[in-house]
């Protein structure tokens, strides 16, 4: 709990009441500084900006003797944070696997920053039995049929729910017949952030789900392995007549992950596809996604 406390962002108003418990006189006008009109923009540059933790601005203003009680009114509430599920219940009963990327950033000022919930999961130790409140939301991804064919795009984290599917699917392969899954999945480097590998290469295998002979596939873009930048849209168009051919024994589409430029990068990469496939103009085929999106059969859930 203090751990969280001190670790997270601090929001200075533009109230002086820090400056209250400031001994050093010095300390006490920059502070009351902040408070003022003409210290504004300062204040969202040092505190906003820049992700001050509340440790980080006791370390800044060590005269400060601020009760405990103080403090906490500072610290915003902690924000919930959503992860996928990236595991079969079938597959793991009673279990709850999640893909955590561990969050980092450089502020405007250079200083490295990391995110506070993904860095305290990364941290803590797999022997240690712990408790942690969780809520469980549906997501905008739905648990899809069995005889769904499905096309997957999930680069970087985004590829959590879809691992999900996947072993659903292997199961349900066990005890009755299944639709192919293509996936497709995209990091940096094969080497350094290929998550899942051993697993997406063992279904496209031996007949898994994902193993062309089930008419499945697994294709990853690793996006700086070579000069030029190979991301999962690129991939989508090498399976240009695959996608389209999934389409026509109507597939359903799942786009999950970064919300930065993906998810539209992704829709176009469609577009195309659709309308050098079927030769109709891309306007066609735009209303063609469209009309999908409706029938509920063009799934996204992005986040930045
Ligand atoms: C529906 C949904 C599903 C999700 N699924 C997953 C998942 O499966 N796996 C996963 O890893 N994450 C997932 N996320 C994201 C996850 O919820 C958290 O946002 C993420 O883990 C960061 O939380 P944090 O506490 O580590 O970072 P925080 O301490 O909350 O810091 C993140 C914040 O830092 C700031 N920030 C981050 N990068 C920069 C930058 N470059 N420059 C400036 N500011 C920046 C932004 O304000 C950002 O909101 C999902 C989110 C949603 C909404």
């Not at 002086?16 to 408070?35: D, G, N």
């Not at 210290?39 to 900006?49: A, P, T």
């Not at 079927?278 to 029938?295: D, F, H, Q, T």
């Amino acid at each position: 709990m203090s751990h969280l406390l001190l670790h997270g962002a601090i929001s200075l108003r533009q109230d002086p009441v820090m400056s209250f418990f400031a001994t050093a006189e010095h300390e006490k006008e920059r502070l009351q500084y902040f408070a003022s009109p003409e210290g504004r923009d300062d204040l969202y540059q040092y505190n906003q900006k820049e992700r001050r933790t509340v440790l980080e601005v006791l370390e800044d203003f060590p005269s400060v003797q601020m009760p405990f009680e103080w403090l906490v009114e500072l610290v915003p509430p902690m924000k919930n944070r959503a992860f996928s599920i990236s595991s079969s219940p079938l597959a793991h009963p009673n279990q709850v696997h999640l893909t955590v990327d561990v969050v980092s950033w450089t502020t405007p000022f250079k200083r490295k920053r990391r995110g506070l919930c993904s860095t305290g999961l990364a941290g803590l130790d797999p022997e240690q039995k712990i408790y942690i409140p969780v809520w469980f939301h549906k997501g905008l991804l739905p648990s899809p049929p069995p005889l769904l064919p499905l096309i997957l795009i999930g680069p970087g984290t985004g590829c959590a729910p879809f691992r999900g599917f996947v072993e659903e699917r292997a199961i349900q392969s066990l005890s009755g017949p299944i639709a192919p899954i293509i996936l497709f999945f995209g990091c940096q480097n094969e080497e350094n952030d290929f998550l899942y590998r051993d697993f997406w290469l063992f279904h496209s295998q031996n007949d898994g789900v994902l193993s062309e002979a089930k008419g499945g596939g697994f294709y990853a873009a690793f996006s700086r392995d070579q000069p030029q930048k190979v991301y999962v849209q690129h991939k989508m168009q090498e399976q240009s007549q695959r996608i389209w051919n999934l389409l026509c024994e109507g597939a359903a589409i799942y786009v999950a992950g970064s919300s930065t430029k993906m998810p539209s990068d992704v829709m176009l990469a469609f577009e195309e596809i659709i309308s050098k496939e079927s030769g109709a103009p891309r306007e066609s085929a735009a209303r063609w996604l469209r009309s999908l999106e409706k029938a509920g059969k063009y799934h996204v859930e992005a986040w930045s």
